[in-house]
C-alpha cells in the first residue's frame, strides 16, 4: 500500500488560491492519486482524480510531476464553505478480487479565513 | 436519483448488546464499504465486499461482521457492543471502474 503523508492543518485567507500538497514516495505504477473533501459531520465527498499531468475540473487542479512521487491539490480562490478536511489516497482501481488498495490517512485540515 | 443511506442516524446503547447498522446504496455498485472515523484517526477501513456473498476484512475489523446477501445492502454487526466502538460510521461504495467511493450521512454510535 502506498503510504501518503500531507500537512495536518492549513490556514488561508478567503479569495487566496490554497495549494496542498500530498507525498507519496512508493506510489506503484498502476495507482491513481484521489482527493476527497470532508466536511463536519459528512462523509467525504469526491474531488478530483488523476494519473499523471494535470486534471482540473470545476472544483479543482490536481497537479502531478513527472516522477508521481508527490501531487498537489490546487483550491482556486477558496471561500469560507471550503474550510474542511481534504484527503489524498492513492491507489489501483480495482480489477479484480484481492485486498483493498485505498487508505485514508488523517487528511489535511483548511481553515479559510475571513 | 441514486443515493447511498444508513440507519439510523444516531444510536446509543449498552455494552455487550449486539447493534446491526444498516447501509442501503441505489447506484448498483458492486463493492461497498464501512469505515470508522474517530478524532485525530481519520477514517479506518473496517470491512468492504466485492460483490454478492463476498466479504474482507479492513484493518480494523475486530468485534464486527458484514454480511452481503444482494447487491444494494451491507449490514455491520458489532456482536458484543463496547465503549471502543464508539465512532461515527460511514458505508461507502463504489463502482470499481475508477473506485470513487460515494460516502453515506454517517451513524453516530454510542456504547456506554
Known amino acids: 500500500l502506498a503510504k501518503t503523508t500531507q500537512p495536518i492543518s492549513m490556514d488561508s485567507y478567503e479569495g487566496q488560491e490554497v495549494n496542498i500538497t500530498c507525498s507519496h514516495n512508493?506510489?506503484?505504477?498502476?495507482?491513481?492519486i484521489t482527493w476527497y473533501q470532508q466536511f463536519p459531520s459528512q462523509g467525504p465527498r469526491f474531488i478530483i482524480q488523476?494519473?499523471?499531468t494535470k486534471v482540473t475540473n470545476e472544483v479543482a487542479s490536481l497537479f502531478i510531476p513527472a516522477d508521481r512521487k508527490s501531487s498537489t491539490l490546487s483550491l482556486p480562490r477558496v471561500s469560507l464553505s471550503d474550510t474542511a478536511v481534504y484527503y489524498c489516497?492513492?491507489?489501483?482501481?480495482?480489477?479484480?478480487?484481492?485486498?483493498?488498495?485505498?487508505?485514508f490517512g488523517k487528511g489535511t485540515k483548511l481553515s479559510v479565513i475571513p | 436519483d441514486a443515493e447511498i443511506t444508513q440507519s439510523p442516524r444516531h444510536k446509543i446503547t449498552e455494552t455487550g448488546r449486539q447493534v446491526t447498522l444498516a447501509c442501503h446504496q441505489t447506484?448498483?455498485?458492486?463493492?461497498m464499504f464501512w469505515y470508522r472515523q474517530d478524532l485525530g484517526h481519520g477514517l479506518r477501513l473496517i470491512h468492504y465486499?466485492?460483490?454478492?456473498?463476498?466479504?474482507n476484512k479492513g484493518e480494523v475489523s475486530d468485534g464486527y461482521s458484514v454480511s452481503r446477501s444482494n447487491t444494494e445492502d451491507l449490514p455491520l454487526t458489532l456482536e458484543s457492543a463496547a465503549s471502543s466502538q464508539t465512532s461515527v460510521y460511514f458505508c461507502?461504495?463504489?463502482?470499481?471502474?475508477?473506485?470513487?467511493?460515494?460516502f453515506g450521512p454517517g451513524t453516530r454510535l454510542t456504547v456506554l
Open positions: 461507502a461504495s463504489s463502482s470499481g471502474a475508477t473506485d470513487t467511493q460515494y
Open positions: 465486499s466485492y460483490g454478492v456473498q463476498d466479504t
Open positions: 488523476g494519473y499523471k
Open positions: 447506484w448498483n455498485h458492486n463493492n
Open positions: 489516497l492513492v491507489g489501483r482501481p480495482y480489477s479484480g478480487a484481492g485486498s483493498y488498495q485505498l487508505t
Open positions: 512508493n506510489i506503484a505504477t498502476n495507482d491513481y
